[in-house]
Nanobody, 119 residues
Framework: QVQLVESGGGLVQAGGSLRLSCVASGRTFSIYAMGWFRQAPGKEREFVAAITWRRDVTDYSNSVKGRFTISGDSAKNTVYLQMNSLKPEDTAVYYC????????????WGQGTQVTVSS
C-alpha cells in the first residue's frame, strides 16, 4: 500500500504559477509511475501529467503541455507539478496518483488539493 499526500494548492491570478507537491510513503519501492489528475466541478476527472519513477519519462495532456512540468525526486519519494501561465480553466481539485505497473490502473490516490485561478 502506498499513501500519497498532496500540498501546494491555493488561489492564484490568471498568468500566475503554483507548484504542487506529492509525498509518497509506505511501499514506495513498488511505484512504477506517478501521475497528476484533476477534477473540476461538474466534470469528470482528467489526466494532467505522469512520470515514470526510475526513468523520468514524462507525459502530458495537450491542455497543459508547455505550461506544466512534472518532476520527481525518488530520494525524497516526492513528485512535483510546476504549473505556469495558469488559466481559469485550470481551476480544479488536483490529485496525485501512483501505479505499480506500466499497463495497470493507478491504484493509490491522494486526498486532493484545490487550485483556483481567478480571471
Amino acid at each position: 500500500q502506498v499513501q500519497l499526500v498532496e500540498s501546494g494548492g491555493g488561489l492564484v491570478q490568471a498568468g500566475g504559477s503554483l507548484r504542487l507537491s506529492c509525498v509518497a510513503s509506505g511501499r514506495t519501492f513498488s511505484i512504477y509511475a506517478m501521475g497528476w489528475f484533476r477534477q473540476a466541478p461538474g466534470k469528470e476527472r482528467e489526466f494532467v501529467a505522469a512520470i515514470t519513477w526510475r526513468r523520468d519519462v514524462t507525459d502530458y495532456s495537450n491542455s497543459v503541455k508547455g505550461r506544466f512540468t512534472i518532476s520527481g525526486d525518488s530520494a525524497k519519494n516526492t513528485v512535483y507539478l510546476q504549473m505556469n501561465s495558469l488559466k481559469p480553466e485550470d481551476t480544479a481539485v488536483y490529485y496525485c496518483a501512483g501505479k505499480s505497473s506500466v499497463i495497470g490502473r493507478y491504484e493509490s490516490w491522494g486526498q486532493g488539493t484545490q487550485v483556483t485561478v481567478s480571471s
